[in-house]
T-cell receptor, first 116, second 114 residues
Framework: AQKITQTQPGMFVQEKEAVTLDCTYDTSDPSYGLFWYKQPSSGEMIFLIYQGSYDQQNATEGRYSLNFQKARKSANLVISASQLGDSAMYFCAMRELLNRDDKIIFGKGTRLHILP | ETGVTQSPTHLIKTRGQQVTLRCSSQSGHNTVSWYQQALGQGPQFIFQYYREEENGRGNFPPRFSGLQFPNYSSELNVNALELDDSALYLC?????????????FGQGTRLTVV
């Protein structure tokens, strides 16, 4: 079973608009961390934001915020005031504490296109 | 820049050959993980090295092997290359056991097997 599900293969958004990228996850581990990474065409994974399973408040980092709904196992990324440079692949990912190898499990990604 | 560097950036190999990819980790990070990212997919965990030993492995055959050195840098070796091994190989470093710390990724090595 997929542990991270991103249902939007691609999205087109007008510059300066807000955009929400969807992510649902599946785990039986009570302790886990959720991440969003941005991958431009160069290939490097750029960390955007982190949400811990016990965090009471939604994480925010500049224009990025994470809409964490624990009961629904949802961790959507919200980008406010989108910019042309936001065009890239975006990956939702999870790390489970019980996994001794600390591996990160990634979704299949969403390709975001920002239109001028 | 994250401080994680990978070499080479691009590589073309022939089916059946062997390849070695290299990664130097972020300063202070003692754990290195390798991921394979096929075109249009998310990265898939290959294995992790901690204290110079393999600390976990994904669903990859034994012809994928690795090493970690005392300075925490790492190598990924792939023997008997197959066409399906063509992918972006990403190395990530992180401190061991810190759930809330992101992994820092290198820029990747793009391997093409012909």
């Amino acid at each position: 079973a997929q542990k991270i599900t991103q249902t939007q293969p691609g999205m087109f958004v007008q510059e300066k608009e807000a955009v929400t990228l969807d992510c649902t996850y599946d785990t039986s581990d009570p302790s886990y961390g959720l991440f969003w990474y941005k991958q431009p065409s160069s290939g490097e994974m750029i960390f955007l934001i982190y949400q811990g399973s016990y965090d009471q408040q939604n994480a925010t980092e500049g224009r990025y915020s994470l809409n964490f709904q624990k009961a629904r196992k949802s961790a959507n990324l919200v980008i406010s005031a989108s910019q042309l440079g936001d065009s890239a692949m975006y990956f939702c990912a999870m790390r489970e504490l019980l996994n001794r190898d600390d591996k990160i499990i990634f979704g299949k990604g969403t390709r975001l296109h920002i239109l001028p | 820049e994250t401080g994680v560097t990978q070499s080479p950036t691009h590589l073309i190999k022939t089916r059946g050959q062997q390849v070695t990819l290299r990664c130097s980790s972020q300063s202070g990070h003692n754990t290195v993980s390798w991921y394979q990212q096929a075109l249009g997919q998310g990265p898939q965990f290959i294995f992790q090295y901690y204290r110079e030993e393999e600390n976990g492995r994904g669903n990859f055959p034994p012809r994928f092997s690795g090493l970690q050195f005392p300075n925490y840098s790492s190598e990924l070796n792939v023997n008997a290359l197959e066409l399906d091994d063509s992918a972006l190989y990403l190395c990530a470093s992180s401190p061991k056991g810190q759930l809330n710390t992101e992994a820092f990724f290198g820029q990747g090595t793009r391997l093409t097997v012909v």
